[in-house]
């Protein structure tokens, strides 16, 4: 993947921060950059090239237009003279990380893997890029398929155990999950239940509490489930995802025993089960809205949710509760309410109203 982003500020900057005697050329050259633009999304790659081209030899202080020529050059098909562009201006500036991914990514997409891994291995020893960002990026997919390369662009890996309770669970107690899940730094894991739910069990909370370092990313989650009625299921399995990698638990066993007559809880509508992160991360928090069709409140350890309801009361007596904690810490809340009914919202902290919202 290309990364020749913020080269609009990067003119635009050079264009202001000149005198009057530069403006004339700056300006051109920022003219030619917009029109380089605009015939790169209309397909006319050498004619973009030329436009680039000309902008950089009226501003040879800029590593982004460098970058945008060889990009132009690569699409019109000329990916030997956009190599000898990039190589150009890392003679020029040596230390110019986006330009040594740029050619490193050309490199392993023309299959000059020696080329590339030469230049994975400056940037990786600078700091400049992490190697799984790298693996993610599909430009070096030739890299990763190579014995000789792989080690430069690790694939992701995801793994998980999971412990449950044993025996017989008392109808309307809880039926408790936990799941250690490791990955690679900065993986950003995602879960799903895939068994069939016949009714037994209704997710009540979520606990996902993260912890990191530079050479893994761990997630301990707890999922407690209220049970509903008696009998037998089997449930799961939960898959755990990052990014292409996907790992599955072993399927789970309950048995739910009524020691008197037989009651039920009425099924309402069920919150699948996810990670709080995925819920929480959908937008700034906090804040008060909607997820998967299901009111929701996220808000800090220090803040409360006030919910009212068009119609007044509503037939579900608490909300599934989620709590994302990094290392131990609690950071945030979220409270999912499983019905449909409409209604409003605020979070409050210190008596302020910090959010507030509305579904229907």
Same mark, same amino acid.
């Given at each position: 993947m290309t990364q020749v982003a913020g080269a609009t500020a990067l003119l635009v900057g050079t264009v202001f921060g000149c005198g009057d005697a530069e403006m004339d050329p700056l300006a051109k050259s920022l003219s030619l950059y917009d029109e380089g633009r605009v015939q790169m999304k209309e397909g006319a790659f050498v004619d973009a090239a030329h436009s680039f081209h000309q902008?950089?030899?009226?501003?040879?202080?800029?590593?982004?237009?460098? =970058?945008?020529? /060889? !990009?132009? +050059?690569?699409?019109? #098909?000329? %990916?030997?003279?956009?190599?000898?562009?990039? $190589?150009? @201006?890392?003679?020029?500036?040596?230390?110019?990380?986006?330009?040594?991914?740029?050619?490193? =990514?050309?490199? /392993? !997409?023309? +299959?000059?893997?020696? #080329?590339? %891994?030469?230049?994975?291995?400056?940037?990786? $020893?600078? @700091?400049?890029?992490?190697?799984?960002?790298?693996?993610?990026?599909?430009?070096?997919?030739?890299?990763?398929?190579?014995?000789?390369?792989?080690?430069?662009?690790?694939?992701?890996?995801?793994?998980?155990?999971?412990?449950?309770?044993?025996?017989?669970?008392?109808?309307?107690?809880?039926?408790?999950?936990?799941?250690?899940?490791?990955?690679?730094?900065?993986?950003?894991?995602?879960?799903?239940?895939?068994?069939?739910?016949?009714?037994?069990?209704?997710?009540?909370?979520?606990?996902?509490?993260?912890?990191?370092?530079?050479?893994?990313?761990?997630?301990?989650?707890?999922?407690?489930?209220r049970t509903l009625t008696d009998g037998a299921m089997k449930g799961g399995p939960i898959e755990v995802t990052d990014g292409a990698s996907v790992a599955l638990t072993d399927p789970f066993e309950i048995e739910v025993v009524a020691l008197a007559e037989r009651t039920t809880r009425n099924a309402e509508a069920r919150v699948p089960l996810v990670l709080p992160s995925g819920i929480i991360e959908e937008n700034e928090p906090p804040w008060v809205g909607s997820w998967n069709g299901f009111p929701v409140f996220v808000f800090g350890p220090d803040m409360s949710p006030e919910v009212q309801w068009e119609n007044g009361e509503i037939d579900v007596d608490r909300p599934v509760n989620m709590e994302f904690r990094r290392s131990g810490r609690t950071e945030w809340l979220a409270q999912v309410w499983p019905t449909s009914a409409s209604g409003s919202g605020t979070v409050v902290s210190e008596g302020e109203v910090v959010a507030s919202g509305s579904w229907k």
């Open positions: 902008a950089r030899a009226l501003d040879a202080n800029s590593p982004a237009l460098t =970058a945008w020529e /060889a !990009r132009a +050059l690569e699409q019109a #098909g000329d %990916a030997e003279a956009a190599e000898e562009i990039l $190589s150009g @201006g890392l003679h020029r500036w040596r230390g110019h990380s986006d330009l040594r991914y740029n050619r490193a =990514a050309l490199r /392993a !997409r023309t +299959l000059n893997l020696e #080329g590339a %891994a030469q230049d994975l291995a400056l940037l990786y $020893s600078i @700091g400049a890029v992490d190697p799984f960002v790298v693996a993610d990026d599909g430009d070096f997919a030739s890299m990763a398929n190579d014995p000789n390369t792989a080690a430069l662009v690790p694939k992701r890996e995801v793994k998980v155990s999971m412990r449950s309770e044993l025996g017989a669970v008392m109808l309307g107690e809880t039926f408790d999950l936990e799941l250690q899940v490791a990955g690679s730094p900065g993986s950003d894991f995602s879960i799903r239940d895939l068994g069939a739910n016949n009714g037994l069990l209704a997710l009540e909370r979520v606990v996902e509490d993260k912890s990191s370092s530079s050479q893994w990313e761990e997630a301990i989650v707890q999922i407690v489930y």
